[in-house]
Protein backbone atom coordinates (compact mmCIF):
# COMPACT_ATOMS: atom_id res chain seq x y z
CA UNK A 1 0.00 0.00 0.00
CA UNK A 2 1.33 2.70 -0.87
CA UNK A 3 1.63 5.83 1.78
CA UNK A 4 2.53 9.52 2.60
CA UNK A 5 2.78 10.52 6.87
CA UNK A 6 3.22 13.82 7.73
CA UNK A 7 4.11 14.53 11.21
CA UNK A 8 6.16 17.76 12.97
CA UNK A 9 3.22 20.17 13.32
CA UNK A 10 2.32 22.13 16.41
CA UNK A 11 1.76 25.18 17.94
CA UNK A 12 4.14 27.80 17.83
CA UNK A 13 4.62 30.99 18.58
CA UNK A 14 5.89 33.68 16.37
CA UNK A 15 9.14 33.75 14.57
CA UNK A 16 9.56 30.45 15.98
CA UNK A 17 10.92 27.34 13.43
CA UNK A 18 9.10 23.46 12.65
CA UNK A 19 10.35 20.83 10.55
CA UNK A 20 7.90 18.88 9.22
CA UNK A 21 8.53 15.41 7.81
CA UNK A 22 6.59 13.52 5.43
CA UNK A 23 7.27 9.60 5.63
CA UNK A 24 6.62 7.42 2.15
CA UNK A 25 5.73 3.77 2.47
CA UNK A 26 5.58 1.58 -0.16
CA UNK A 27 7.03 3.59 -3.26
CA UNK A 28 10.11 5.46 -3.58
CA UNK A 29 10.28 9.19 -3.55
CA UNK A 30 13.14 9.04 -5.70
CA UNK A 31 11.00 8.44 -8.69
CA UNK A 32 8.55 10.76 -8.02
CA UNK A 33 7.83 14.79 -8.54
CA UNK A 34 6.46 15.91 -4.55
CA UNK A 35 5.19 18.45 -3.43
CA UNK A 36 3.94 20.56 0.10
CA UNK A 37 0.36 22.07 0.44
CA UNK A 38 -1.61 23.74 3.18
CA UNK A 39 -4.99 24.40 3.93
CA UNK A 40 -6.95 27.18 6.11
CA UNK A 41 -10.13 27.26 7.16
CA UNK A 42 -11.63 29.40 4.85
CA UNK A 43 -9.34 29.77 2.66
CA UNK A 44 -8.28 27.74 -0.82
CA UNK A 45 -5.39 25.30 -0.65
CA UNK A 46 -1.98 26.44 -1.46
CA UNK A 47 0.75 25.17 -2.91
CA UNK A 48 4.00 25.77 -0.96
CA UNK A 49 6.56 24.07 -2.67
CA UNK A 50 7.41 21.01 -5.12
CA UNK A 51 10.78 19.27 -5.85
CA UNK A 52 11.17 18.11 -9.43
CA UNK A 53 11.72 14.40 -10.09
CA UNK A 54 13.84 14.80 -13.01
CA UNK A 55 16.66 17.76 -11.36
CA UNK A 56 15.65 18.12 -7.86
CA UNK A 57 14.65 22.08 -8.79
CA UNK A 58 12.86 22.59 -6.00
CA UNK A 59 10.21 26.06 -6.12
CA UNK A 60 8.42 27.91 -3.30
CA UNK A 61 5.09 29.92 -3.30
CA UNK A 62 6.41 34.06 -2.38
CA UNK A 63 4.56 33.62 1.10
CA UNK A 64 7.00 31.30 2.00
CA UNK A 65 10.23 32.45 0.12
CA UNK A 66 13.24 32.54 2.22
CA UNK A 67 11.70 30.91 5.53
CA UNK A 68 10.84 27.51 3.93
CA UNK A 69 12.98 25.49 3.19
CA UNK A 70 11.85 21.91 1.05
CA UNK A 71 14.20 18.77 0.95
CA UNK A 72 13.53 15.03 0.49
CA UNK A 73 15.82 12.17 1.48
CA UNK A 74 16.27 9.28 -1.06
CA UNK A 75 17.62 7.16 1.34
CA UNK A 76 15.35 7.95 3.86
CA UNK A 77 12.56 7.99 1.89
CA UNK A 78 11.30 11.14 3.40
CA UNK A 79 10.88 14.57 2.19
CA UNK A 80 11.01 17.77 4.86
CA UNK A 81 9.72 20.85 5.23
CA UNK A 82 11.71 23.37 7.72
CA UNK A 83 9.92 26.36 8.47
CA UNK A 84 11.16 29.00 10.29
CA UNK A 85 10.19 32.82 11.00
CA UNK A 86 6.65 31.69 11.14
CA UNK A 87 3.66 34.09 11.08
CA UNK A 88 -0.37 33.32 12.00
CA UNK A 89 -0.68 33.30 8.84
CA UNK A 90 1.30 30.00 8.11
CA UNK A 91 -1.38 28.36 10.33
CA UNK A 92 -3.03 24.94 9.00
CA UNK A 93 -3.30 21.49 7.73
CA UNK A 94 0.07 21.21 5.75
CA UNK A 95 0.03 17.88 3.75
CA UNK A 96 2.83 16.57 0.93
CA UNK A 97 1.89 14.89 -1.82
CA UNK A 98 3.45 12.56 -4.63
CA UNK A 99 3.31 11.68 -8.18
CA UNK A 100 5.37 10.06 -10.88
CA UNK A 101 4.69 11.90 -13.76
CA UNK A 102 4.05 15.59 -12.74
CA UNK A 103 6.88 17.66 -14.65
CA UNK A 104 7.84 21.36 -13.05
CA UNK A 105 9.39 24.25 -14.50
CA UNK A 106 7.96 26.89 -12.64
CA UNK A 107 6.11 27.35 -9.08
CA UNK A 108 2.99 27.51 -11.21
CA UNK A 109 3.31 23.85 -11.71
CA UNK A 110 3.34 22.78 -8.03
CA UNK A 111 -0.62 22.81 -8.15
CA UNK A 112 -0.62 20.17 -10.09
CA UNK A 113 -2.79 17.14 -9.06
CA UNK A 114 -0.73 14.25 -7.30
CA UNK A 115 -1.41 10.84 -7.13
CA UNK A 116 -0.93 10.50 -3.39
CA UNK A 117 -1.05 12.90 -0.53
CA UNK A 118 -1.67 12.62 3.09
CA UNK A 119 -3.65 13.35 5.61
CA UNK A 120 -2.06 16.34 7.02
CA UNK A 121 -0.29 17.68 9.95
CA UNK A 122 -1.38 20.59 12.09
CA UNK A 123 0.40 24.24 12.12
CA UNK A 124 -0.79 26.77 14.45
CA UNK A 125 0.75 30.27 15.18
CA UNK A 126 0.02 31.99 17.78
CA UNK A 127 1.03 33.40 21.24
Known amino acids: QRQLVESGGGLVQPGGSLRLSCAAS????????VGWFRQAPGKEREAISCISKEDGSIYYADSVKARFTASKDNAKNTMYLQMSSLEPEDTGLYYCAADPSNYFLSYADCSFSYDYRGRGTQVTVSS
Open 26 to 33: GFSLEDYA
